[in-house]
């Protein structure tokens, strides 16, 4: 009986701790969101006279495209690259004193980190196309 009772009080204590984590993650992922958008739109447009002058000497249109989906590519591994380790650690470390209070075992996310390692691929993927059409149009016509 008086494990029911431990176990309710945990209950009642985690659920709140969820909601405002998870409303504190969308919150960040938005504003990552937004940031990485506007940071690979304004690379784009800065970088416009660049790519005219690449299709002046022979670049074809596949073939800039080819190289921008190769940035995003290789944009989204250096993220990765230093943004994983970051988030494990901070993880573990955000996850120690949850674990003094509260007897729960901490296991690595892979599910979320499966998750958000598609998403950085298809976020700075599908950026650059939101750019182009804009580049385009302001140096050719």
Same mark, same amino acid.
């Given at each position: ?7 309710? +009080? ?8 969820? #909601?405002?984590? &998870? /409303?504190?993650?969308?919150?960040? $992922?938005l504003i990552g969101f937004t940031n990485v958008i506007r940071t690979m739109s304004t690379? =784009?447009? $800065? +970088? /416009? ?6 299709? /002046?000497?022979? $670049?074809?249109? !596949? ?8 940035? /995003? =590519?290789?944009?989204s591994m250096k993220a990765l690259m230093y943004g994983l380790p970051v988030g494990i650690i901070v993880s573990i470390f955000i996850n120690l004193p949850i674990? *003094?209070?509260?007897? #729960?075992? &901490?296991? @690595?996310?892979?599910?979320? #980190?499966?998750?958000?390692? @598609?998403? =950085?691929? @298809?976020?700075?993927? *599908?950026? &650059? ?6 580049? !385009?149009?302001?140096? &050719?016509?």
């Amino acid at each position: 009986m008086f494990g029911f009772i431990k176990r309710e +009080r945990l209950n009642i204590a985690i659920v709140p701790a969820l #909601i405002f984590m &998870y /409303s504190f993650v969308v919150l960040l $992922m938005l504003i990552g969101f937004t940031n990485v958008i506007r940071t690979m739109s304004t690379n =784009v447009r $800065m +970088r /416009s006279r660049e790519f005219a002058i690449l299709q /002046s000497v022979g $670049m074809t249109a !596949a073939g800039l495209k080819q190289m921008l989906n190769l940035e /995003s =590519v290789l944009c989204s591994m250096k993220a990765l690259m230093y943004g994983l380790p970051v988030g494990i650690i901070v993880s573990i470390f955000i996850n120690l004193p949850i674990r *003094s209070v509260f007897p #729960i075992p &901490y296991a @690595l996310p892979w599910l979320a #980190i499966v998750l958000c390692v @598609l998403a =950085v691929f @298809l976020i700075t993927w *599908s950026t &650059y196309p939101l750019c182009r059409p804009s580049t !385009a149009k302001a140096e &050719y016509h």
